[in-house]
């Protein structure tokens, strides 16, 4: 029996070849969209599943809450943190801390900057990275001990064996001689924890004080990780935290703090987006939704056109089921051999799917910032597997249980079962048509979201604009540190101000794109919390980045004061505080230093776009800010950078005059500079990849519906060829025959596209909502996709209509 | 085997009801051999439609082996259908995508008969109407009456009681019509009951009874005087 059905289905897909080309093409594509889809949700949702004490692993957090807007809440804690709960807990088995540090390292004469972790001594009891090189259990007891990835490895060594190597590390300035003593293999894609390099938490006390590494309950750098004995229950442990603490802090402090400190699995680390991100690495599951939808909507743009296409050509088989029934066949045999012929069809398409997805994965990984690959094993088996019976039964069943439902006398009267479905088929086009408006207009206003970002006028010049860093090393004491690079800063100032491709140059503490300036939290006089951003800059700096002044003046040599009691805010801040004249006012909060407003610049954005701009206040010497604040949160790096504003031109050569100007006076370190257009761009990259994304499935979704709409048309107008001939006779012109074979098609957009208007309107302001200044949806967006849509199905049959009105009528009837 | 009783068909517009079956009252037996005869239009298709359960009735009663069709379901009509009756249409009904040995074998394969049975029950037919040769051929390479050959091997493989035949002959040549018809002849000898309808005077010749129908009413209702041929 099956052998029978497949025969019929296998000679009916040879014949009908067209029809058979446009299903698998376009079930193929939508399962493809599926297939890497499917493979990017399984890797999210299997995040640092890996690692066999996977469910023991937890990492601890922190909370204070000194009341409303000055909440703490941090997955970095503080040092002592992991050691104290160690020592207390029979059921914490084991504890690894990891700080990350920039860091310079040297390898024979070559420099390269790097991210160094220095992590616990158990890091391999509680973690499964693996080891390819070197004893885990001892290289981490070693202080002068490296373990480096394989990947680093290559980089540094090349084909040398890596083992032994002397390498010198930059630590508070000097650099230490370190031996490779470890090769890891590189940290899965999978993995939240990744790292180049390793060195034992022996070399903390280089890096940090006493006082930070025992006693600093309230500063937060490490990541705690604990291994928890197997069947500890998380909630009594954490049950039994607060008691501790209360020693630890005494009374009063614990009390004011609030002080909470909890666990999370970690499991849910990658996905939990109620969790500040710490160190590992978390994914906005938003995104995932947006693109699986997109993914599952070009899927049923292709069953659809299976459906509507079977059912299209039901006409055909009505005589062959009307058969089966009479020779004895059930409904349920019939359905089953209907199912059984579009699961040929989809596993065909499978096949399809599984090399378009082998060929795309590179790009997909580019968008997706994954590294997947497609290999056959169970999981891809079992999905291709589940994909097959799924869509083939969704795609089949609609049209067998149609044909099924005749009575056989019925079918045999062949031409009477036409018209009676034609609703359904126009609803399911209809609502192609529909997906298909909604994807193109978002992807128009994404598009445009999208630029405007990038012409936004942000309140400074962004182009030709450099920033190079003038240390690199994280340690002593920040404000002399800062100190010290404005002072190399305003060195380099004057040497480049000789350099005629140099336009000007500038110093200050935070660049852009790469993270939040220095936060400020005081009490103000009044007893109520306030806030504020700031930043360290020099005179330069302002007139570098071409910033307007709205009021007063910029920081100048002329007026010596400026460096230590002059500060410039800009109009948000002068708003939020109620200045109507700015100038010489102070901030209200008792110690800071002395100081007063000089000037008041134009709102910038210093943040990115999907923020607004908050009250910021720009020194030259931070320590007046510094003295009366009561929280900052510096979450990047505010080592001092020259700003550099190059002429049009000769980039190239005048980058070598800065590299050497850099290499005299800073010296040490490597030379490195990015440019603040591009890293501003590259705030939106999540975005960007997103719209990439909606403009592939909307291209899918136009090519996979107009095939459809296409094989559909020419069904319909092949039904419609008597009509027309007779139409002909009578003496209708080919004008308005095009025009009647094509009305309802036009009607049938313009209903589709105009349903789509509210969900477009809606979900296209949902993504809005994330940015802070944006676009309008403007009706010209709406019109041209109504146009391009009706453009796109006209075309798609204007062939088959224009055959069919211009057919010689003769022809057509004398075959009756 | 079939009793019919006061059987009315009509199809209802919105103002008229039109008859095209009013009291039909006719009994037939097992191993009768029924020519159903009239001018077109007349009602003969559908009566024997009715007959074949391809068609319901709109009144009256139907019994089928005594039992009221009415009551039959779905999934009985099939068994019925696969056991019990055989039909053979004016335009043949082919698959067109199956080649004749495929065609036969299909109401095999719906009875659930094994392989090497199914094979062999084929193998006969195609031996019996002298096909062998046609056997892997598709509908659309067979002249008319080749086709009606499989048509009919296709309706007798699964040894049915009943055989309905709708004109049978009605595209063929003189010639080929009367091997169909000798075919038939045959099986009813062997036991078959068959109920044809048709045009052809010297068709009818070789049934057992001859029933004439009018405007949806049986005129009348005669055995056939001498066999013919
Ligand atoms: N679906 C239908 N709706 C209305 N009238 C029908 C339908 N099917 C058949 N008829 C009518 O029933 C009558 C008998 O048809 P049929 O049984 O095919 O006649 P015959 O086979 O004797 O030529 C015809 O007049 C035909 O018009
Ligand atoms: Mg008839």
Not at chain 1, 336 to 348: A, I, M, P, R, W
Not at chain 1, 633 to 662: C, H, N, Y
Not at chain 1, 689 to 718: C, H, R
Not at chain 2, 172 to 194: A, P
């Amino acid at each position: 029996m099956i052998k029978n059905y497949l025969i019929i289905a296998w000679r009916i897909l040879v014949k009908y070849k067209a029809y058979t080309i446009i299903n698998i093409i376009g079930l193929g594509l939508g399962m493809a969209c599926c297939l890497l889809i499917a493979l990017f949700v399984h890797e999210e949702w299997n995040y640092d599943r890996f690692h066999a004490n996977a469910e023991q692993i937890h990492r601890a957090y922190v909370k204070e809450d000194y009341g409303e807007n000055e909440q703490f809440f941090n997955t970095v804690t503080p040092f002592p943190l992991g050691p104290v709960l160690k020592d207390n807990f029979q059921e914490i088995v084991a504890e690894v801390r990891i700080s990350p540090s920039s860091t310079v390292v040297k390898v024979g004469n070559d420099q390269f900057s790097e991210q160094l972790m220095i992590v616990g001594q158990d890091f391999f009891e509680v973690f499964d990275f693996e080891l390819v090189a070197g004893v885990e259990d001892q290289v981490l007891k070693q202080q002068k001990g490296l373990l480096i990835t394989e990947s680093l490895a290559t980089r540094y060594f090349g084909n040398q064996n890596p083992l032994y190597q002397l390498v010198s590390i930059q630590i508070d300035q000097k650099f230490e001689g370190f031996e490779v003593v470890g090769i890891l293999k590189d940290p899965p894609g999978n993995s939240g924890i990744q790292f180049d390099l390793l060195i034992s938490d022996l070399n903390l006390p280089k890096f940090f004080s006493e006082y930070a590494l025992t006693s600093a309950w309230f500063n937060v750098t490490p990541e705690t990780y604990l291994l928890l004995k197997q069947g500890t229950d998380k909630q009594q442990l954490e049950d039994k935290f607060p008691t501790l603490f209360k020693t630890i802090l005494g009374e009063e402090k614990y009390q004011n703090s609030q002080y909470h400190v909890g666990l999370q699995p970690l499991t849910s680390i990658h996905l939990d987006n109620d969790f500040p991100v710490g160190l590992a690495s978390v994914s906005n599951p938003k995104y995932s939704y947006i693109i699986s939808a997109a993914a599952l909507l070009i899927l049923l743009i292709a069953c659809i056109n299976y459906i509507t296409l079977s059912v299209g050509r039901s006409l055909k088989r009505t005589r062959e089921v009307g058969v089966r029934k009479i020779v004895g066949a059930t409904r349920r045999q019939l359905i089953g051999q209907f199912v059984g012929e579009s699961v040929v069809v989809t596993s065909l398409a499978a096949l399809v799917a599984f090399w378009l997805s082998v060929v795309n994965i590179p790009l997909f990984n580019e968008l997706s910032g994954k590294e997947l690959s497609l290999d056959f094993n169970l999981f891809t088996t079992l999905l291709i597997v589940i994909l097959i019976v799924v869509v083939g039964g969704f795609a089949g069943s609609y049209p067998a249980y149609l044909l099924s439902l005749f009575k056989p006398f019925d079918m045999l009267k062949a031409g009477h079962l036409g018209n009676t479905k034609q609703n359904t088929r126009k609803l399911l086009v209809g609502f192609q048509i529909f997906i298909s408006a909604f994807l193109i207009a978002s992807t128009l206003f994404m598009r445009q979201q999208l630029h405007f970002l990038q012409s936004k006028d942000l309140g400074f010049q962004k182009e030709q604009l450099a920033v190079i860093p003038m240390s690199a090393s994280g340690t002593g004491d920040l404000v002399e540190e800062i100190k010290e690079g404005f002072s190399k800063a305003q060195q380099m100032e004057i040497e480049l101000a000789s350099l005629p491709g140099v336009v000007s140059s500038g110093a200050t503490s935070h660049d852009f794109g790469s993270g939040n300036w220095t936060y400020i939290g005081y009490t103000d006089e009044q007893g109520s919390y306030r806030n504020f951003y700031l930043n360290v800059i020099d005179e330069q700096y302002l007139l570098t980045l071409s910033v307007d002044m709205v009021e007063g003046r910029n920081f100048s040599s002329q007026y010596p004061g400026d460096q230590k009691t002059g500060i410039i805010v800009n109009q948000a801040f002068a708003k939020a505080y109620g200045w109507e004249q700015p100038i010489g006012k102070r901030i209200p909060g008792k110690n800071f230093g002395q100081h007063q407003v000089i000037g008041v610049t134009r709102d910038f954005n210093y943040a990115s776009l999907y923020n607004k701009v908050e009250p910021l206040v720009m020194v030259m010497d931070p320590l007046i800010i510094f003295e009366g604040s009561e929280n900052h949160d510096i979450s990047s790096s505010p080592l001092p950078k020259l700003m550099v504003r190059f002429a049009a031109g000769t980039l190239s050569e005048t980058m070598e005059q800065v590299e050497q100007a850099w290499n005299r006076i800073v010296g040490w370190g490597s030379f490195e500079f990015t440019f603040v257009d591009q890293t501003i761009n590259a705030q939106y990259q999540a975005d960007q990849n997103l719209n990439k994304i909606i403009n592939i499935s909307t291209w899918l979704a136009i090519i996979i519906g107009s095939l459809g709409l296409y094989a559909l048309a020419s069904l319909a107008m092949q039904n419609r060829v008597k009509e027309i001939g007779i139409r002909r006779v009578l003496g209708a012109t080919q004008s308005t025959l095009l025009l009647l074979l094509t009305k309802e098609y036009i009607y049938l957009v313009l209903t589709a596209f105009i349903l789509s208007i509210p969900i477009t309107w809606y979900l296209v302001n949902q993504w809005l909502s994330n940015f802070e200044f944006k676009i309008d949806l403007g009706m010209e967006t709406f019109l041209l996709t109504g146009g391009v849509a009706i453009i796109v199905a006209l075309s798609t049959i204007a062939y088959q209509a224009v055959k069919t009105a211009f057919l010689n009528p003769a022809d057509t009837l004398r075959s009756e | 085997m079939i009793q019919l009783t006061n059987l009315d068909k009509y199809y209802s517009t919105k103002f008229t009801r039109t008859f095209v079956l009013k009291g039909i009252d006719l009994e037939i037996k097992s191993g009768e051999f029924v020519t159903i005869m009239g001018p077109s239009g007349a009602g003969k298709s559908t009566l024997l439609n009715i007959i074949g359960m391809l068609d319901e009735a709109s009144a009256g009663e139907y019994l089928f082996m005594d039992e009221p069709v009415y009551k039959i379901k779905e999934r009985k009509r099939s068994e019925l259908h696969k056991h019990h009756i055989g039909f053979v249409f004016q335009a043949y009904h082919l698959i067109d995508e199956l080649t004749v040995y495929e065609n036969i074998e299909t109401p095999l394969l719906y009875k659930g008969i094994k392989g090497k049975e199914r094979k062999s029950m084929v193998a006969d037919m195609l031996d019996r109407f002298n096909i062998v040769a046609k056997k892997d051929l598709f509908p659309e390479q067979l002249s008319g009456g080749q086709q009606q050959l499989v048509g009919v091997a296709r309706a007798i493989v699964g040894q049915p009681k009943l055989l309905l035949a709708d004109e049978p002959t009605g595209n063929l040549h003189t010639e080929q019509g009367h091997i169909i018809m000798d075919i038939f002849k045959k099986l009813n000898q062997q036991g078959m009951t068959i109920i044809q309808v048709t045009h052809s005077e010297e068709n009818a010749q070789y049934g057992k009874r001859i029933v004439q129908l009018v405007d949806g009413m049986v005129k009348s209702d005669d055995l056939v005087a001498a066999e013919a041929g």
